[in-house]
């Protein structure tokens, strides 16, 4: 379901990565633990724009939620998913910090 997933690199370091991502009408991710080699995983996803239907993000454990809009949470701990995509699009803007190398 990956194919039409539209990601575009806005920034790449070390420690920071930052993708404007579109998922589209039909696609879903199932659950998962994302891995990481070293450190601890933060991510900031900022939906900034919600599918008409479905495209839902669930999570385990959050640090932060703000309507679901803007979620901080620990992707290398707690399993998330988002559920299917019933209609239209969903623009996601994601911030991925990885402690790796910090002290």
Known sequence: MTAN???????HSRRLNIYL?????GHKIVPHVDMV????????????V???????FLCEK????????????RPDLHQHRVSTIENG???????????QGTA
């Not at 919600?50 to 839902?56: H, M, S, W």
């Not at 699009?89 to 991925?96: E, I, M, P, Y």
């Open 89 to 99: 699009n969903r623009w996601l803007l994601s911030f991925a910090f990885n402690t």
């Open 50 to 56: 919600k599918p008409k239907a479905g495209g839902e």
């Open 21 to 25: 991502v579109r998922y589209p009408q």
């Open 5 to 11: 997933v539209k990601t575009r690199i806005l920034f």
């Open 37 to 48: 080699s070293a450190g601890r995983l933060f991510k900031l996803n900022c939906v900034l």
């Open 62 to 73: 959050h640090i932060f939620n703000l309507f679901g809009r803007v979620v901080l949470f």
